[in-house]
């Protein structure tokens, strides 16, 4: 069966539970811009995105993950996409606002997944440097998740059509894996724990100046609390990263200066999982929440997944992370 | 007839006049890696290429461009490539050390292009920031290519499927234009002038820190004459830019931070001639060389390409370019 | 006699035609901090500057530079000032803002130049980065101005304590020279030409990003205009740099990355006037009203300061300035 | 008394165990430019300094810090020094390479401290961008010293006018203190614990991104391990850092933008103790061997100085550094 011809992640929905304290975070702090509002929602964007929204974050009454959304190529995918799967179902055009008609599924990983062809299109904002603010955000890179078996999504996502660009492995078990569309390291990656959980948005900036930037007024706030891991340069992907934590837990990523991947060849880089370069290329640790903690998702209904347990040696107890030295 | 999949541009060839020369420029001070070198040519490449080369530098008695080379999806785009060109001759695997079998064409705008499928994969350099120096270019970007008429070099890159990221125009001409296969501004992009030559080779880096940098290291070796233009932020693109001459005219662009252009319904960003912003964002005026010198072009034979003459009003004399103040 | 015991340059009060324009450039785009308001005029300051102002805008008829004022290390060097200098008034804590007891005096060159030992301690903004905006600009660092005889500047500020870091010279002619108190490579600099007059105020910042930082929002606000030459690398103090110009024609820099001078034999970097890199090490050129636009200056009693005629060879007729390419 | 009237910490000289593994990490990877070179020892400095050396590296049987040297104003200071310490011996120019002739002491803190008013100055090489390399460092910053009673050394300090920048404390202890006789943020710091031992060396650079960079070489190198805390961003200071061990242990710092202390007011920055950003602006953890690890220091005749266990409560017992999340 043929798969939807995905372009790109695009855009992911956080249930919040304090729209205002979300809206300090990801729009007054991070910098994100505001394409629209409603009582109960934000959509936010990249300076850089040219559709509608990169996030939604929405009130609701627990932190979740709502839904991950990937734009395909055109109409024709939407049908591919409901022969793909096992349980879809199609919502009309503006079902989310700014967002053509789409399918929603129920993927194999327990994860609820959009696929979308068409979006309006707001203002570009590229070259409004005089707006620019926070982490001066360019785009959503990835969704990072957090699933039981990790080969199975590796199986899942290349029968989707993805690249691998990296892994994090060792003779028995792959332990992480980063999977691509668009011409970059990911638009998904695979975490090992208990899952179905999401780990983090991946958000691009351009320079690592703005990752540097972030933390440094969220020290001025005496907010660095929502610092949880980095800035460090990664091994995997090359990018300089920070990760933080919003007011509701919720994980995403500053991340910049990976690189190309759209050669039909291109060759996967394979990161032994003993290699204390791997997650972070100096060698520092890794928090160990990092490892552990990650975001409940909702079913298409709306109601959270039941968690399987982690079917394979976590990687936290194997890898170095720095804890070599 | 369907073009070649094209998947990017991938290498040039450049005729210097002294080799030595050449390799001091473009290896000791640029920072290219060279993947081999053959007495009378060198096969140099960025860090993050995982091709064998960016940019051969062939000795040869006067400066030119011996061709342009696009990477293509899969050996059948080298047949489509033979019945879309009229002038076509297939060489065999290795003509070009570290390139497969490939189709040389004399394009309708008079260049000398070059399609292939399979090439070789050096190591990784990547995260050898131990040996990085110079630009620390990461790859090739794009070629900027000098034709006479602009409408007609877009209608033949349409046809072969690129798509348009940006324009400089007014009601009447179309004075540049950007076009993409890899999901970046450009792979190509159109200057009005006397053609077919080479306008530049544009060069990708990271971060803007090394558009500076290589400026300070040709300050310092009193070689400044080579930084011709720049560095500047572009209004077309975003990117930051420095424009050099090389020790025989040729001229390279090191180019960062330009934007994603993946999405289907990607849309043109268009330039009215007279916004002094266009070419540089800070309003910095142009030198008139870099409106008026290129780099002769080679037919497949080798033999120079005859140049017709610029068939529309020179932008130099519409676009405003900083003499505004 | 014994000069007073001068600590840095440590702010300068410009007369502007609209305080509202002059406030939009120095503040919203500039980023400068308000210190303290008033109808007719606005105290300014960095974010790392510790006392009450680095610039004071006043609205008035005509632009002008009212007075540069110098830090002095005590209150008895008000009274060596008294001495120091023919033509002197005290004037009493608060007649400026924020600022002691001080002694204002009309200088040798024709400026008017203010001593004071005490001034307010406003508000710590150093880890403020959830403020910063514009050019981050951390505090004033150095006066730039015009003078018909450069050696005379010379030697009178030599007389009054300050070390010699950089020069530009032939075997004839002093052209300019940077001259310090506190450990960077200025606190004052002469341009030969007409004066006196005020060539620019030059503001320090911590890293280059921020000199082109501006640079992108001036162009995002379509008032590139205000670029007046670079972004660059000087030559002479190594420094990056931007001159702007502001709503009035006033001249200042954004100055980065200079070096530590306080040692006490600290030696001389006596630049060649034919040497290009001098003013712009990457052999830029210099636009010509760099050389010959300047800010009038005010007599103690606020009156035009008569000019002078430039008394030696310009230094634009003789230095190379990137025209050599 | 009157004590030696101090310029700056100059240069101090270690005890490598292996010369050549010392040179491989302080010149080929920092790149920390060679003076001079003899069997035995290397004389090494920052591209900025305008002196002989800010770095001796001496073969010897163990690790240790020989001496810490700080510059004085005039040869009356070497008079001074002799009469204002109890233990002093001068020794005459060229004793140590470069230096003309100095006076060497014990210090009440156990330190062997060397005093100089002459030294060499070597060829500049500030803007020889060509050939910076690894960390890019301008010159010497800071000596941070271990001491057991941090007021006491402050104390000392203060009585040898230094001033007071920054301190970390509460009601009860002075925790640490940042002082200064250049205007920066400080000559010298105490870290409180068994002491006399040599915390760190601080080396100074332009900008963040050589902060980065030499921790991107290291993993390049996989040499992660020498990368200990950070990098980081200090909440003391504003400095942009990351902390090195050398191949024997040696702590150093890579250190960037702190901020100007001349004016004769400077105000204190006083920390409180439990602020988690006092160590790390963005509160990420210290690792404990920071705390407690440090060099061995020598007395004027060459002899281990037996260490004074820590007399106060210690900081990272009190400090919350980042366990607090």
Request: charged share 30%; with cysteine; glycine share 8%.
């Amino acid at each position: 069966m043929e798969p939807p011809d995905i372009v790109r992640s695009a855009y992911a929905e956080l249930i919040v539970t304090d729209l205002d304290r979300a809206r300090w975070f990801w729009v007054d702090v991070l910098g994100l811009a505001v394409t629209e509002e409603e009582p109960e929602a934000l959509y936010l964007r990249g300076y850089d995105e040219l559709t509608h929204h990169n996030l939604i974050l929405r009130n609701g009454s627990a932190p979740a993950a709502a839904r991950l959304a990937f734009r395909v190529r055109a109409d024709e995918d939407l049908a591919r996409a409901e022969q793909f799967y096992a349980t879809t179902r199609r919502v009309p055009k503006g079902t989310t606002k700014g967002i053509g008609e789409a399918v929603r599924v129920a993927d194999p990983l327990g994860f609820t997944v959009e696929f979308f062809a068409a979006a309006d299109h707001p203002d570009r904002l590229q070259q409004r440097y005089d707006v620019r603010k926070g982490a001066e955000i360019a785009r959503l890179d990835h969704f990072n998740i957090v699933v039981p078996d990790v080969r199975k999504a590796y199986d899942y996502y290349t029968e989707l059509g993805f690249g691998l660009s990296e892994t994090i492995e060792d003779d028995q078990t792959l332990y992480a894996a980063w999977m691509y569309r668009k011409q970059t390291v990911h638009d998904v990656a695979f975490t090992g724990g208990d899952g179905p959980r999401l780990h983090h948005l991946g958000f691009f900036t351009h320079e690592s100046q703005q990752v540097l930037r972030v933390c440094d007024i969220l020290g001025s706030l005496h907010e660095e609390r929502h610092i949880e891991r980095g800035p460090g340069r990664h091994g995997v992907s090359n990018a300089m990263y920070v990760y933080l934590r919003d007011p509701d837990g919720h994980r995403l990523e500053i991340y910049t200066s990976d690189y190309y991947t759209g050669d039909p060849d291109h060759p996967t880089l394979r990161w032994d999982v003993h290699d204390p370069r791997r997650r972070d290329f100096w060698g520092n640790q890794i928090v160990p929440s990092w490892y552990t903690e990650a975001t409940m998702v909702l079913d298409p209904d709306g109601a959270p997944q039941k968690l399987i347990k982690h079917q394979q040696t976590p990687e936290k107890t194997v890898g170095a992370d720095g804890f070599s030295r």
